[in-house]
């Protein structure tokens, strides 16, 4: 059913692929060439980045609606996991890419996207345990008849 638990961290984790959107990947003190031109860098900025977070919080949001299938629920929690470890991968080399065009004129840092990625990582982990737990309960309760 939609009500459950597993439901709240799949709409949560959309909720977190959401603000991988609005909010910069990587700041800076100051603006330099033309992706840093405003000192922030966000997902938008770059293709595959806006792919992976896209594609994630679609299936993060699709995924609340197959409560009737728990294995593909399961499978798609998996791949939503996968889009975000792969997206913070890429965020993490970006910032790195930018610290080398940077030189020793600006820094930059990691900013707020990072938790929204890691939040993901966690809310999906946590629907994939219950989505689970369900599973297990509903094959306990068949093999009672």
Known sequence: MIQRIQSVFLLLAFLAFTGMFFLPVAQSDQAFGTVMDDQKFYT???????????LGGIISLFNIFLFKTRKSQMRFCMIANLFALIWAASAFYQVIELEAAAGATATVNHSIAFIMALLAILFLSLAFYFIRKD??????MNSLR
């Open 44 to 54: 938008t900025e770059h293709i595959w980045m806006t792919i992976f977070a896209l």
């Open 135 to 140: 599973e297990r309960l509903v094959r306990s």
